[in-house]
């Protein structure tokens, strides 16, 4: 069972910086894919940014250039750079871990965390 202990987050006026982090309690798959996602309230849950084993990452269109994902596989972390962060980036934000298990994935989820850009 894998864990994951988000921290960051908190109210940020808009164009500053935020900065979220998520501890993972151990892979125990060499391929893995280590994500943020967020959830607006009304709205769906979305990705905002991941990152594989490998280090490819990838961003959703509205925080590309804004935002930056990073992992640090010998602590197995993975963080989340917020800048120029505008209101539409409020929104409840999770980190999501998929690792590769067989022929299938396992997928855990961390706990919430809620960023609030005031304009």
């Known amino acids: 069972q894998l864990k994951l202990v988000v921290s960051g987050g908190g109210l940020v006026q808009a164009g500053g910086s935020l900065r979220l982090s998520c501890g993972t309690s151990?892979?125990?798959?060499?391929?893995?894919?280590l994500g943020w996602y967020r959830q607006a309230p009304g709205k769906l849950r979305e990705l905002v940014a991941d990152?594989?084993?490998?280090?490819?990452?990838n961003y959703a269109d509205s925080v590309k250039g804004r935002f930056t994902i990073s992992g640090d596989n010998t602590k197995n972390t993975v963080s989340l750079q917020m800048n120029s962060l505008k209101p539409e980036d409020t929104a409840v934000y999770y980190c999501?871990?998929?690792?590769?298990?067989?022929?299938?994935?396992?997928?855990?989820w961390g706990q919430g965390t809620q960023v609030t850009v005031s304009s």
């Open positions: 999501n871990a998929r690792l590769r298990y067989g022929s299938g994935w396992i997928e855990y």
């Open positions: 151990g892979i125990i798959s060499s391929i893995y894919i």
């Open positions: 990152i594989t084993h490998a280090g490819t990452t």
